[in-house]
Each structure stands twice: as structure tokens, then as C-alpha cells.
């Protein structure tokens, strides 16, 4: 039957969204599962920001990205990071155009909504041991009773030795949980507000029931514990003071649904982004501009601190890509800056039908659709968001319609029902061109957030794309 003139005009001139699994052949099917595989299997190796920069660099190294601090020059093609305090990680791949031409980055973060142990976490109560916790990051608090927790970080003694710590991931490890009150006795508890169920001070995680042998001490269920510690980690009480303990999900990422279509795991934002623009970085071909690969700190909670994106940090190393280049000039960074433009890679939301009254269902992201752009964030308003120019979208639009990748551009949820922001502000307050974009996600912050495997693809590909086209 030939198409009515009505059918070709709408063709024509309607923007028509469909998932992109409507259209993928079974070979690209196979490629955006494997690669979801490699990401699954990297996500599970790196719960916290210190893990992902050490799987990270590792990666770097194969690939012969170089530290800069050993480098005296750099030249076009040269591949070198800046590893900060092992938390955060600068990546350059050094272009054939000048440094001052400008740069392109994608910046992503490797912080996690999670529970972090207080400074003297470790008590007694009732023959039950506990440690002391305070959340980091956006959580709903319900969410982190009852399931299995992993202890990863750092214990850093006064004479700089460090143990790693990272318990509750294999077989044969003890896993810990915070509990919550049975239905039985909970009439109170569930009369309250969602926000109000779980009390922050209540998140204590019980780790030992069995007293130590003797007698004369009062807490001996604790005293057991931290012989136990003392044997494993060599670590008496006092060196808690000086450790960064995170608690984590103790189940790993998988492959979510009958079909396999979607990958559920603990940290997807911002993981997932930071995943897919390190592999971009480490893949791109023929780069013009400087490529450079952000992977941040702090972003849960505000990107404060020398590991956060509002650090010095980052100007410094981009000022010493301008000083081992030989190009370094008084104030060169702040034009190099200015003629720059960034990817923020940062997780979106993806419509959820269950919820969906917080939607306008023609301005949000769909699961499958493709890599999701935020032309600006904010709230209430668009106050405190960063909002991308429309000269620079379209020449993004330009190079993913070249490219053949599927996007959609969308906001965060309904006018005036909440918001948020990312590190975009931060990079477009120094002048760079900057837009938020990447994966959208279902269960944003919770311990298991769930993407689509066509869409971490689609990142993947937009992230490397820019660096060679942009
Ligand atoms: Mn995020
Ligand atoms: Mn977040």
C-alpha cells in the first residue's frame, strides 16, 4: 500500500522516538552485550572511587598512558593521567591541534551514594557489636536495612602504612547488615513519613555477638572484634581515627530481565558513565583537540574537597599539559579553557511507569532510547542549573546524527517537582561550552539501579565520537 501524503509529512517533519532495540541487527545486539559484560565485570572490581581509580590506572598502564609526574615533555599522540590522592583521575590523550585551540572533555564521577563508618565507629551494645555509620550522598535510608553490606577502604596508620580493607565480596567472606524491625512490632514505625522511618543515627551495622573469653572487661563482645581486627589488619582501636571505611552492597552487578536487556547493579551513577567515557578515551582514533578524560570525587556531596571537581587540582594538570608541551604562556589556561567543550557524563533518569506521575512524558528519557542529554539542570526554575547553549547542541546533534547514534535530549522530571545538578557548573564557570548527558537509570541512588544495556552503548559510542569530532 503507498503512503498517504499525510504519512510522508509526518515522517518528514515529526521528531518520532523508538527504542533502539526496534532497529539493532543481531550482530550489534552481540557487540552491546558484550560490552555490558566488560562493564559489569569492571563494576564489581570497583565499589568505591579508590577502587576505581586503582582498576582505572591499571587499564592505563596496559595501554600505555604514562603518569605525568614522570614525563619532562609531552607531544601530539603522547597519552598520560594525573592520579589524585588515588580518588580521583585525570586522563589526556594529546591532540595534533594546540593545547590552546582547546580542549574536549568528558567528565564523569566515581562517588557513590553508600554509608561511610563515623571516626570512632566501633561500640558495644546488649552483646551485639556495631559500627557507627553516616551516610554520603542522597539516600533513601530504608533502602539500606536488611541487605548484605561489604566493608571496603582504607586504614592508614600514623607511620603512613596502609591496609586495604575489603570484606564481604568472596564466598567465603562474612558479609554485615543493618537491621530493621519486624512488621509485628512496627505499627509506629510505619505510621511515619518514608523519610522518617529509618533514622540516620540508626544505621549501625552489626558486625559480632561473641564475647571474648574472660573476665574483668565490660565490652567483651567488642574486645573480640578487635582482637580479631588486631590479627587480620594489625590495627588496634585508635586506628579507625585515621581510615576511610565505605559500606557497600555485598551483591554484585547482573544482567536484569528474561531477555537480559538491562544490567542491575550498586553504582551505576556515576560508574556507568565513567566506564564508558574511559573506555571512549582509551579507544578514540585521530584525535584533533586535546582528549581528556575527567573522572571526579565528591560529586554525592557537593564535588568539594581536593578530590572534587571544584579543586585546583584539574587546573593544575592542565597546566602542566600546557607547561610539558613547551606552550605554556601567562594566562594561556584561561583561554584554553574558554575554547573548550565538555561531555558531563552523568547519569539521567529513566521514565518509570510505576512512577511516573513525577514525568512530562514529552520531555523525559526513555530506557533503550539512547544516550539522554539534559539541556540544563536546576530546580524549581532552572535555579542552580547549568544550561547548554543551543549553538553547541546542534553541533553535537550534528555529530551523533553523522554518526548514526541514538539520543534524546530530556529533562530531569516534571516543572517544580524537584532537581538536581552535576559538575557541569563548574567546568562552564571557567568558560568551557558544557552539556549533562548519559545513561538514564531506574532506582537512581538506591543500592541496585538498573540501566539498559543499548543505552550504556550509546554512551560509550557519544563519548568517543566527541573526542574525535568535536
Ligand atoms: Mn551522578
Ligand atoms: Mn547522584
Redesign the pocket.
Known amino acids: 500500500m503507498e503512503k498517504s501524503e499525510a504519512k510522508e509529512l509526518e515522517e518528514k517533519l515529526f521528531n518520532t522516538k523508538s527504542s533502539g532495540w526496534e532497529t539493532v541487527t543481531s550482530e550489534e545486539k552481540n557487540t552491546i552485550f558484550k560490552f555490558s559484560d566488560e562493564y559489569i565485570w569492571f563494576l564489581n572490581r570497583a565499589k568505591t572511587e579508590r577502587e576505581f581509580v586503582e582498576g582505572a590506572v591499571k587499564i592505563l598502564a596496559e595501554n600505555n598512558f604514562k603518569d605525568i609526574a614522570t614525563v619532562d615533555s609531552i607531544k601530539a599522540g603522547d597519552k598520560v593521567y594525573f592520579n589524585n590522592r588515588g580518588k580521583s583521575l585525570y586522563i589526556a590523550v594529546i591532540g595534533n591541534k594546540k593545547l590552546e585551540e582547546g580542549l574536549n572533555l568528558v567528565g564523569a564521577?566515581i562517588d557513590?551514594?553508600r554509608l561511610d563508618l563515623k571516626p570512632n565507629p566501633l561500640y558495644e551494645d546488649t552483646e551485639f557489636a556495631y559500627f557507627n555509620t553516616h551516610y554520603y550522598?542522597?539516600i533513601k535510608k530504608y533502602q539500606w536495612t536488611a541487605i548484605p553490606l561489604a566493608i571496603h577502604g582504607v586504614i592508614v596508620k600514623p607511620n603512613g602504612e596502609k591496609i586495604t580493607v575489603k570484606i564481604g565480596e568472596d564466598e567465603e567472606d562474612p558479609i554485615f547488615t543493618i537491621t530493621d524491625l519486624l512488621p509485628h512490632l512496627a505499627k509506629e514505625q510505619l505510621q511515619r513519613k518514608l523519610d522518617e522511618g529509618i533514622n540516620g543515627e540508626d544505621l549501625n551495622l552489626l558486625i559480632g555477638n561473641m564475647p571474648y573469653e574472660g573476665e574483668g572487661v565490660k565490652d567483651r563482645v567488642k574486645l573480640n572484634v578487635l582482637k580479631l581486627l588486631n590479627e587480620k589488619y594489625g590495627i588496634v582501636e585508635a586506628d579507625f581515627l585515621s581510615s576511610e571505611l565505605e559500606l557497600v552492597p555485598a551483591f554484585n552487578a547482573k544482567s536484569l530481565g528474561f531477555d537480559k536487556s538491562m544490567v542491575a547493579g550498586y553504582g551505576h551513577?556515576?560508574k556507568i558513565c565513567a566506564y564508558t567515557s574511559l573506555r571512549a578515551i582509551l579507544e578514540a582514533q585521530n584525535i584533533e583537540k586535546t582528549a581528556i578524560c575527567i573522572l571526579s570525587d565528591k560529586?554525592?556531596v557537593g564535588s568539594m574537597g581536593n578530590t572534587g571537581m571544584e579543586s585546583q587540582t584539574f587546573d593544575y594538570f592542565i597546566s602542566e599539559l600546557l607547561n610539558k608541551s613547551g606552550e605554556n604562556r601567562p594566562n594561556l589556561l584561561n583561554k584554553v579553557f574558554c575554547n573548550s567543550s565538555m561531555l558531563s557524563a552523568?547519569?539521567g533518569v529513566t521514565y518509570d511507569p510505576i512512577y511516573g506521575a513525577v514525568s512530562d512524558r514529552t520531555n523525559c528519557a526513555y530506557s533503550a532510547y539512547g544516550i539522554s542529554f539534559d539541556k540544563y539542570t536546576g530546580s524549581r526554575g532552572k535555579a542552580g542549573g547549568s544550561d547548554a547553549n543551543a549553538e553547541f547542541i546542534a553541533k553535537l546533534r550534528g555529530i551523533l546524527e553523522k554518526n548514526d547514534i541514538k539520543y534524546q535530549i530530556s529533562e530531569l522530571g516534571r516543572v517544580d517537582v524537584g532537581g538536581?545538578g552535576?559538575i557541569a557548573y563548574i567546568l562552564a564557570n571557567k568558560g568551557v561550552e558544557v552539556i549533562d548527558c548519559g545513561v538514564p537509570v531506574l532506582s537512581?541512588?538506591s543500592p541496585y539501579e538498573v540501566a539498559s544495556k543499548y543505552d550504556i552503548y550509546s554512551a560509550y559510542r557519544t563519548y568517543k565520537a566527541f573526542y574525535e569530532e568535536a
Do not use: F, I, Q, R
Open positions: 564521577h557513590s551514594p550522598g542522597g551513577d556515576d560529586e554525592e552523568d547519569v538536581g552535576t537512581m541512588h
